[in-house]
């Protein structure tokens, strides 16, 4: 590919690439995670990252904003939808700098991850998930 010419994915290619990870995961999972809306941003913005403690917006790829799934009985019905935020730059960023893995696949990690933690689990859990 002439990458000199190329324009970088755009936010709805990176949606496009989302919903095909998101249409990939096997049931029940899918099922599960079928409430979600999946956003695309070119970053967090200033609130999210001050609330996760973050200066550089570079180093947030994803977030999961919303209850989830183990807590929503005690909690009662969620006000909001769940969102899990996909941000363009970072993950573009990252996948610059890895060289070894494919964006689409880049992008899918980081939609499940988020997932995970949809599903209640935190990111040691998410770690020793990957690590198995």
């Not at 995961?25 to 913005?45: H, M, T, W």
Request: hydrophobic share 45%; glycine share 8%.
């Amino acid at each position: 590919m002439d990458w000199i010419h190329a324009p970088a994915p755009s936010l709805d290619d990176f949606a496009a690439l989302a919903r095909a990870a998101f249409d990939a995961l096997p049931e029940p999972f899918k099922g599960l995670a079928g409430d979600v809306v999946i956003r695309v941003d070119d970053f967090a913005d200033e609130e999210t990252l001050a609330l996760m403690e973050m200066e550089d917006p570079f180093e947030l790829t994803g977030l999961y904003h919303g209850v989830d799934v183990g807590r929503r009985d005690e909690m009662g019905p969620a006000a909001e939808p769940s969102r899990i935020f996909l941000y363009r730059r970072p993950i573009l960023d990252e996948w610059a700098e890895r060289g070894d893995v494919a964006l689409g696949d880049l992008i899918a990690h980081v939609l499940i991850h988020e997932i995970g933690h949809h599903f209640g689990l935190t990111d040691d859990d998410i770690d020793e998930i990957e690590a198995d």
